[in-house]
C-alpha cells in the first residue's frame, strides 16, 4: 500500500509507493491514481520530464511556472540522492515564504509531491543523479519563474551549499523580496 506522509506544511507530501521484490528483482507501481486520489490527492499529469545532473553539489532551482501553465510535481530519484526543497509562494498562506524538505533517493523508494504555487529545487548528495518527475500542466517559457536558493530570507538549510553549480540562470535568480507572487492561497 502506498504511504503518504504530509510534511510540515502538509500540502507537500511524501509519497513512498510498495516495492516487492524476490531473487530476480523488484516490481513497483509507482503511481497509482486510485491512491492518490483516496488521499485528496486528485492531479490530471500532462508529462514526465527526467534530468541527470553529474556533480555532486547540482543545484537545479528553486523554480515555478506562474498561471496559466502554474505545474504540480511529482519527483522520485532513479540514481543518486537529492535534498529535494519546496517554498510556499502563496499570498495569504500561514506557511507562506516557508520552506520544507525531504531526502529523495533510488534506495529509499520515496518522492515528493509539491503542489501548484510552490516553488521547487534540488540538490544533488551523489555523482550521477537521475530525476524523473511528473508535471500536471506544459512547460511555458513565458511563465516560467526562478527564486534564489541561497535566498538569507528564505534561510534554507542546504547540506553542501559550498559545493552549489548552478546554471547561468538559476545563478541570477531574484530574491523573494523582490518578488511579486502570481499565486493566491485558497483555504478549503
Known amino acids: 500500500m502506498t504511504e503518504f506522509r504530509r510534511l510540515a506544511i502538509p500540502e507537500v507530501v511524501e509519497v513512498t509507493p510498495p516495492k ?7 516490481f513497483s507501481e509507482v503511481f497509482k491514481r486510485a491512491a492518490f486520489e483516496a488521499e485528496g490527492l486528485a492531479i490530471d499529469w500532462m508529462q514526465d520530464n527526467q534530468s541527470f545532473s553529474a556533480e555532486v553539489g547540482t543545484v537545479r532551482g528553486l523554480h515555478f511556472q506562474a498561471p496559466p ?8 530519484v532513479l540514481r543518486g540522492a537529492i535534498f529535494d526543497v519546496a517554498v510556499d509562494l502563496r499570498r495569504g498562506s500561514p506557511s507562506y515564504g516557508r520552506w520544507v524538505a525531504a531526502e529523495l533517493s533510488a534506495e529509499k523508494w520515496n518522492q515528493l509531491l509539491v503542489p501548484v504555487g510552490f516553488a521547487h529545487g534540488f540538490m544533488t548528495l551523489t555523482p550521477d543523479v537521475e530525476v524523473l518527475y ?12 526562478a527564486i534564489r536558493w541561497d535566498d538569507p530570507d528564505l534561510g534554507i538549510v542546504w547540506p ?17 523580496k523582490d518578488f511579486d507572487s502570481p499565486f493566491a ?4
Open 20 to 26: 516487492f521484490g524476490d531473487h530476480r528483482g523488484f
Open 160 to 176: 553542501r551549499p559550498g559545493d552549489a553549480i548552478l546554471s547561468e540562470k538559476d545563478a541570477v535568480a531574484p530574491y523573494f
Open 69 to 76: 501553465f502554474a505545474q504540480a510535481k511529482l519527483i522520485r
Open 134 to 145: 511528473k508535471v500536471s500542466a506544459p512547460y511555458s517559457r513565458e511563465s516560467e519563474g
Open 185 to 188: 492561497y485558497e483555504a478549503d
